[in-house]
Each structure stands twice: as C-alpha cells, then as structure tokens.
T-cell receptor
C-alpha cells in the first residue's frame, strides 16, 4: 500500500532555531501533500496544502513566513519552522494522496517538535 | 461551512465488547468518507467509503455509509486492548481539496 515517510520523528532544539521536516511519498507520486498540526488530545488541524511546483495554500491564521513549505518534486515536500519558539512545539504530520480519483489520503508518522 | 461530527467523543469498554462509532456530516460536494485509527503516532488508514449501503470489512472492523442519513458507522467486534485509540472520521472531496476531519472518538478497551 501507499507509504508516506516523514523525517525526523522528533526534534528537540533551542528557541530561535529553524527546523526542517521532510515528507516523502515512497511508492507513489503526489502532486499535493498536506501539512497538519496536532495539539494534545485534539484533532488534526490543517496548516497548508502543498502543491508540487507552485506555492502552498495556507489556512487562515497560519503564518506563511513562519512555516515555509516547499514541494519541489512529486515525492517530496518540506516544512521549515523558522526561528522556532516554545509555542511552536507540537506534533506535525504530513499527508499525501495518490494522484487519481478515489484514492485515500495516507499519513506520515509525524514529527514531535519540542522547542526549549 | 463543512462539518463532520463524531460521537461519542470518548468511550470505555471491556475486552470482548462490540462498539459502534458514529460519524455524521454536513458538507457540499461530498465524494468519500474515510476512517482512520490514531494511536501514538499519525493516523493509519482503515476504510474509504463512497457508495451507500455497501459494508467494508477488515477483520473485526467494519464500516458502512448511509448517504441518505449523511452518516457512517464503524463497528468493532470482540474488542481487544490493542483497539484502544482515537478513531477519526473524515470527508473527502474531489480534486486537491483537503479532508475535513471530525474531532475523533477516543476508545479505551480495558481488560
């Protein structure tokens, strides 16, 4: 089945650091990938839709300069949290759907980000 | 505004019990309904339903969609402690429109 790989699984770093998270579709091509954020005991919150070869579409309230998204190929999207602060600590999850009608969306394992 | 509502929000059962989780939706341009299971990491895909009345089954889990009632149920029979998780329901649309998720049902199965 379709596999989405997300790396790293967890990051602990100091305030002010920029952190890059990678999301790869391993056995299929994905023109669109999605980035979510999840707080403890809450559901997934969509941050942005990443489109291959074009700019990402951000949800209302998500700072595009803070959360930089790049989708340079059909199998890789990256999310960079720039100048991270403790309030950016969260569980970030990427997701991708195989191109073509009627395909489910699959999720990476998520990245737990802790900013000290 | 598109809306997906799951009930109950949480549930505690004993091993061996059968549970039914509910998902209802109010959306425009419905295409599919998906169920996911989330344990400690990210959600894993369970089912995708597009046609009304056709049950999908995987082991002890099954699900069915009722487009007339704008709802779906997820059944788990003979529950085990390993079924403890958050079960998420989501509605899918055509094209690259993102899924809309419900808040999830937290299921706890105790021995």
């Amino acid at each position: 089945g379709a596999v989405v790989s997300q790396h790293p699984s967890w990051v602990i770093c100091k305030s002010g650091t920029s952190v890059k998270i990678e999301c790869r579709s391993l056995d299929f091509q994905a023109t669109t990938m999605f980035w979510y954020r999840q707080f403890p005991k809450q559901s997934l919150m969509l941050m942005a839709t990443s489109n291959e070869g074009s700019k990402a579409t951000y949800e209302q309230g998500v700072e595009k300069d803070k959360f930089l998204i790049n989708h340079a190929s059909l199998t890789l999207s990256t999310l960079t949290v720039t100048s991270a602060h403790p309030e950016d600590s969260s569980f970030y999850i990427c997701s991708a759907r195989e191109t073509g009608a009627g395909q489910p969306q699959h999720f990476g394992d998520g990245t737990r980000l802790s900013i000290l | 505004e598109d809306k997906v509502v799951q009930s109950p929000l949480s549930l505690v059962v004993h091993e061996g019990d059968t549970v039914t989780l509910n998902c209802s939706y109010e959306v425009t341009n419905f295409r599919s309904l998906l169920w996911y299971k989330q344990e400690k990491k990210a959600p894993t895909f369970l089912f995708m339903l597009t046609s009304s009345g056709i049950e999908k089954k995987s082991g002890r889990l099954s699900s069915i969609l009722d487009k007339k009632e704008l709802s779906s149920i997820l059944n788990i029979t003979a529950t085990q402690t390993g079924d403890s998780a958050i079960y998420l329901c989501a509605v899918g649309f055509s094209g690259n429109t993102p899924l809309v998720f419900g808040k999830g049902t937290r299921l706890s199965v105790i021995a």
